[in-house]
């Protein structure tokens, strides 16, 4: 028999053969489904990078608006507060074009303001004081409304030893210096004087006293600025001076000039130096057009910065010469503290202000105020007041029996 022929079939299939089949056209319309999709997710990707875009561009202009529009109003604002804020004082030219602003009124004792202060601060002296005598107060170079010192980068440094510009600015020689242009030069005062004194301004007023002894009758000196404070309690000053003093200025310094510290002032976060005192509503507002002034601060760090150019300035002219006795002396200090540094300064300045009484000024009459701290000029002004009218009538007694 022929062999049986066997039937024409399909190929074999394995198991599972259908299902594998199936997976291939599935992953075969998977492919092209992607294939399809792939674009519209090209696009989703597109349109998320143009939005994320546009809102850095968004941000970028607001981040611009913060930065230019601040700076530029506070600008303008000082600008148009200028003449409307400045008392009513001159300005006067003590030599090299640069100005300095002093006021005067009655018939007085020149006067000198704490370290980085204007002569806002005897705003509540010296209208007492000029009932007695004619008095001035003037704000120290770029402090206020004085103009900063002007250096001649042109001249030589042997050049400047046979011109005024040969001073460093912000010295104590500087500022003495200065003293006497303005009052004896530029605006020729009556003299002798009798000169009151705060802080820096004390110390420079002992300067200008040893150096022109003849145009001085007295000195008064408020919680005076010794050269000896670095050296005491292991230099605790010359951390906080150096390392929060001065690093806050600059603080201030920059946010004037980017407009922030006025929009601190506006909304209550920041505070003018006199504030919480019984000032005219004008004093009140040019404290805060001066914090406001980066010019002014921009002198506030300098006389901070160069300060210890200033000890060693006063401490190498007592070593040649000392405040003559025939000048009478009166030192005032307070008995409390101030609450705003830490107790350990305070201590420090105490022993550095009875290191000054005890080997320089020992000839010097020493009052303390009770219940008064560094701010007595504008919180206890007749503790101030009152030892500078006794001195003005011993004096135009002694003159009236000449």
Same mark, same amino acid.
């Given at each position: 028999?022929?062999?049986?022929?066997?039937?024409?079939?399909?190929?074999?299939?394995?198991?599972?053969?259908?299902?594998?089949?199936?997976?291939?056209?599935?992953?075969?319309?998977?492919?092209?489904?992607?294939?399809?999709?792939?674009?519209?997710?090209?696009?989703?990707?597109?349109?998320?990078?143009?939005?994320?875009?546009?809102?850095?561009?968004?941000?970028?202009?607001?981040?611009?608006?913060?930065?230019?529009?601040?700076?530029?109003?506070?600008?303008?604002?000082?600008?148009?507060?200028?003449?409307?804020?400045?008392?009513?004082?001159?300005?006067?030219?003590?030599?090299?074009?640069?100005?300095?602003?002093?006021?005067?009124?009655?018939?007085?004792?020149?006067?000198?303001?704490?370290?980085?202060?204007?002569?806002?601060?005897?705003?509540?002296?010296?209208?007492?004081?000029?009932?007695?005598?004619?008095?001035?107060?003037?704000?120290?170079?770029?402090?206020?409304?004085?103009?900063?010192?002007?250096?001649?980068?042109?001249?030589?440094?042997?050049?400047?030893?046979?011109?005024?510009?040969?001073?460093?600015?912000?010295?104590?020689?500087?500022?003495?210096?200065?003293?006497?242009?303005?009052?004896?030069?530029?605006?020729?005062?009556?003299?002798?004087?009798? !000169?009151? %004194?705060? $802080? @820096?301004? #004390?110390? /420079?007023? &002992?300067?200008?006293?040893? =150096?022109?002894?003849?145009?001085?009758?007295?000195?008064?000196?408020?919680?005076?600025?010794?050269?000896?404070?670095?050296?005491?309690?292991?230099?605790?000053?010359?951390?906080?001076?150096?390392?929060?003093?001065?690093?806050?200025?600059?603080?201030?310094?920059?946010?004037?000039?980017?407009?922030?510290?006025?929009?601190?002032?506006?909304?209550?976060?920041?505070?003018?130096? !006199?504030? %919480?005192? $019984? @000032?005219? #509503?004008? /004093?009140? &507002?040019?404290?805060?057009? =001066?914090?406001?002034?980066?010019?002014?601060?921009?002198?506030?760090?300098?006389?901070?910065?160069?300060?210890?150019?200033?000890?060693?300035?006063?401490?190498?002219?007592?070593?040649?010469?000392?405040?003559?006795?025939?000048?009478?002396?009166?030192?005032?200090?307070?008995?409390?503290?101030?609450?705003?540094?830490?107790?350990?300064?305070?201590?420090?300045?105490?022993?550095?202000?009875?290191?000054?009484?005890?080997?320089?000024?020992?000839?010097?009459?020493?009052?303390?105020?009770?219940?008064?701290?560094?701010?007595?000029?504008?919180?206890?002004?007749?503790?101030?007041?009152?030892?500078?009218?006794?001195?003005?009538?011993?004096?135009?007694?002694?003159?009236?029996?000449?």
């Amino acid at each position: 028999m022929p062999p049986r022929r066997r039937p024409a079939t399909s190929p074999p299939l394995v198991a599972g053969g259908i299902h594998k089949a199936q997976q291939d056209e599935d992953t075969a319309g998977s492919s092209d489904k992607k294939h399809v999709k792939k674009p519209k997710k090209c696009v989703t990707e597109t349109q998320q990078g143009r939005s994320l875009t546009a809102r850095c561009v968004a941000s970028l202009k607001y981040i611009l608006l913060f930065i230019i529009i601040p700076p530029f109003i506070n600008y303008a604002s000082l600008q148009k507060e200028y003449s409307s804020l400045k008392p009513t004082g001159e300005l006067y030219d003590v030599g090299w074009g640069q100005k300095l602003f002093m006021m005067c009124e009655g018939k007085g004792p020149p006067t000198d303001a704490p370290t980085g202060m204007t002569s806002d601060v005897w705003t509540l002296v010296w209208p007492k004081l000029s009932k007695h005598a004619k008095v001035c107060i003037y704000d120290r170079a770029g402090l206020g409304f004085s103009e900063r010192p002007y250096i001649n980068q042109s001249q030589t440094a042997e050049e400047r030893k046979y011109t005024r510009n040969q001073w460093q600015p912000y010295t104590g020689e500087r500022m003495v210096d200065d003293f006497n242009q303005l009052f004896t030069v530029s605006s020729q005062q009556p003299q002798p004087f009798i !000169l009151v %004194g705060a $802080e @820096l301004g #004390a110390l /420079v007023s &002992m300067f200008y006293t040893q =150096l022109y002894e003849g145009n001085v009758l007295g000195l008064v000196l408020i919680n005076p600025l010794s050269e000896r404070l670095f050296e005491q309690d292991q230099g605790v000053w010359t951390q906080y001076w150096f390392g929060q003093l001065i690093p806050t200025y600059q603080s201030f310094q920059l946010g004037a000039a980017l407009g922030l510290t006025r929009l601190a002032l506006m909304v209550g976060i920041l505070k003018h130096p !006199l504030a %919480g005192m $019984e @000032l005219p #509503a004008e /004093v009140e &507002m040019r404290q805060k057009y =001066l914090l406001c002034n980066p010019r002014h601060l921009s002198s506030v760090v300098d006389e901070h910065h160069f300060i210890n150019e200033t000890f060693s300035q006063i401490k190498t002219l007592r070593l040649m010469k000392s405040v003559p006795k025939n000048i009478s002396v009166t030192l005032i200090t307070g008995n409390y503290y101030d609450e705003q540094i830490p107790s350990p300064l305070n201590k420090a300045w105490a022993k550095s202000e009875q290191s000054l009484i005890s080997r320089d000024l020992p000839h010097a009459t020493h009052i303390v105020v009770n219940g008064a701290d560094h701010h007595m000029l504008y919180r206890d002004p007749s503790a101030v007041v009152e030892p500078v009218i006794k001195m003005i009538k011993q004096y135009k007694l002694r003159h009236k029996h000449q």
